[in-house]
């Protein structure tokens, strides 16, 4: 086993001590040493090595309420980084652009024509990254979208928006000049959920989605599984009484059933996951997971319970607005971070 070397402890408490500021936002020299556990003169010289790397950066002082002299707050340098998440569906392209801490800074929404229509699907995304950026440089960009993403190449496999065409992302990539990452839109959204959503604190989930399509994100030892070819989680092809089981439960469909029948219907895709996966939590996210609410996971709950002896609990999604955004945003933010952080 190796011995850290000095490069590598400095390497790490620096990370140790972004990451705090991340999570819990600005705090002082003493709020660091409390938190890590490391010695006056090791966080004084953290501080220093931050600060000279532009990471970090007095925000104002605490202990106005106090006698003595006030503690200097260190928070990050929100524009050292910003990152661009963007969900694309089969109508609209839509923007969020971040900072380095997660702070929304700039939006952008583009319509998609339809099929008849002029067809420049690489140039809309850029011209919406780019008027979302408003000037801003980007250090990462993750596009969620639905279908099939091959992991060994980040192509889509299975093209469900109108003027997508091989290559699409590469051309995207040429245009913005900066790293351009697709992933399933789903596996977004499943990312939004552990992080802010109702799987939060849970290693293991599935996110059930039910919407225009339908489709599942698995999550198993707090990882996205996405299969050798991508595929991992595609319920929506499973044949339910000879109906594919997205035919039967997409949002389309769903309008016109009542709840006891809808839940009866995604009970057994929520079954098929939770017999083969195990995994302890299905959560029911899009339009009509969210829609339905308690009330609709409860029973579908007690459906599934009917079914499999493998315990599973059954949730509604909470992730607060659009969740494939969101967990573009956070992905990107995640490699942000590891290039300006190390």
């Not at 660091?32 to 966080?43: A, D, I, K, M, Q």
């Not at 700039?106 to 919406?128: C, F, K, N, T």
């Not at 990452?181 to 996110?207: K, P, Q, S």
């Not at 989680?233 to 109906?243: A, C, P, R, W, Y």
Request: charge should be negative; glycine fraction near 14%; proline fraction near 4%.
């Amino acid at each position: 086993m190796k011995t850290a070397t000095p490069a590598m402890a400095r390497a790490i408490n620096d990370r140790l001590a972004l990451d705090l500021l991340l999570e819990r936002g600005p705090l002082t020299a003493p709020q660091l040493r409390t938190l890590t556990g490391l010695s006056r003169p090791t966080v004084s010289d953290l501080i220093e090595r931050l600060r000279d790397g532009g990471l970090i950066e007095v925000t104002g002082e605490s202990g106005e309420d106090r006698r003595g002299p006030n503690a200097r707050l260190y928070g990050i340098v929100a524009n050292r980084a910003h990152v661009a998440g963007v969900d694309v569906r089969r109508s609209a392209i839509e923007v969020t652009i971040a900072d380095i801490t997660g702070r929304a800074v700039g939006s952008a929404v583009r319509e998609i024509p339809g099929a008849d229509g002029p067809q420049d699907l690489a140039g809309l995304m850029g011209g919406a990254v780019r008027e979302a950026a408003a000037g801003r440089v980007l250090d990462t960009v993750v596009i969620g979208a639905p279908g099939l993403v091959d992991p060994r190449h980040g192509e889509l496999v299975s093209e469900n928006v109108p003027g997508w065409r091989p290559g699409l992302i590469a051309s995207v990539r040429q245009s913005l000049g900066v790293p351009v990452i697709l992933e399933n839109e789903v596996n977004l959204a499943a990312v939004a959920e552990l992080r802010t959503g109702a799987a939060t604190g849970h290693e293991d989930f599935v996110l059930l989605w039910l919407d225009e399509g339908v489709g599942a994100a698995v999550v198993l030892g707090g990882r996205l599984r996405r299969g050798v070819s991508g595929g991992a989680g595609e319920i929506g092809l499973l044949e339910v009484n000879g109906t594919s089981f997205c035919d039967q439960t997409e949002a389309e469909a769903a309008r016109g059933l009542g709840r006891a029948e809808l839940a009866a219907r995604i009970a057994k895709g929520a079954f098929a996951l939770v017999a083969i996966l195990d995994p302890g939590l299905v959560v029911l996210g899009g339009t009509t997971g969210r829609a339905g609410g308690d009330a609709l996971a409860a029973l579908v709950a007690e459906r599934v319970g009917g079914l499999s002896p493998a315990p599973a609990e059954i949730r509604a999604s909470t992730v607060v607005g659009n969740a494939v955004l969101q967990g573009a945003v956070l992905t990107a933010l995640d490699l942000a971070r590891d290039n300006a952080f190390g």
